[in-house]
């Protein structure tokens, strides 16, 4: 059974450029979130999708932006990237019911 | 709004037991606890509910106390594994969002 995979694993991008990373939810479950993780801080919640609509949000700006797909695999988009868009992005999956949260690797992005 | 963790770092030898407190400014629905190693995804351990807590691993069990707004994680006879970073993620009512504490370090030395 695979697990929660990420894809690319680590990316450099120019500031001002725009970024999609993708994610494949643990196979049967339904719901994905995305996190931001910055050096030595824990996950912060950016959005949750279920169902193909953005169903949570965290305090983040509209440079951040998503989307789900009917097989539920998942991607992130950071348009204008800022150099302290640098972190680790974490996506998660999860069933509606039980709600504990299966990460991915992770996807370590460094704006230069 | 972010739950903070009590303490911030833990060293150990093996063997020895350790508590890790989080506490929430808000009411909770659920308490999850993940352990990060470096380098490394955040791995899922157990998650508790209001009214009720599940054990998801031997030696390693937590305490949910609804009305306070805090749980502890309890780690017993630790061994070396048992080493790395451990966060506390808290769900409010009416929201699926997962809230990540400040994290705790843990080392076990042999």
């Known amino acids: 059974d695979a697990g929660v995979t990420q894809s690319p694993t680590h990316l450099i991008k120019t500031r001002g450029q725009q970024v999609t990373l993708r994610c494949s939810p643990k196979?049967?479950?339904?719901?994905v979130s995305w996190y931001q993780q910055a050096l030595g801080q824990g996950p912060q919640f950016i959005f949750q999708y279920y169902e193909e609509e953005e169903r949570q949000r965290g305090n983040f700006p509209d440079r951040f932006s998503g989307h789900q797909f009917p097989n539920y695999s998942s991607e992130l988009n950071v348009n204008a990237l800022l150099l302290g868009d640098s972190a680790l992005y974490l996506c998660a999956s999860s069933l509606p019911d039980f709600r504990a949260a299966f990460f991915g690797q992770g996807t370590r992005l460094t704006v230069v | 709004q972010q739950p903070v963790q009590s303490p911030q770092a833990v060293i150990l030898r093996e063997g020895e037991d350790a508590v890790i407190n989080c506490s929430s400014s808000?009411?909770?629905?659920?308490v999850h606890w993940y352990r990060q190693k470096h380098g490394e995804a955040p791995v899922f351990l157990m998650i508790l509910l209001k009214g009720g807590e599940q054990k998801g691993h031997e030696k390693i069990s937590a305490s949910f106390n609804e009305k306070k707004q805090q749980s502890s994680l309890y780690l017993t006879a630790s061994q070396l594994s048992y080493s790395g970073t451990y966060f506390c993620g808290t769900e409010g009512y009416n929201t699926d969002k997962l809230i990540f504490g400040t994290g705790t370090r843990l080392q076990v030395f042999p």
């Open positions: 196979s049967g479950h339904d719901t």
């Open positions: 808000k009411a909770l629905y659920s």
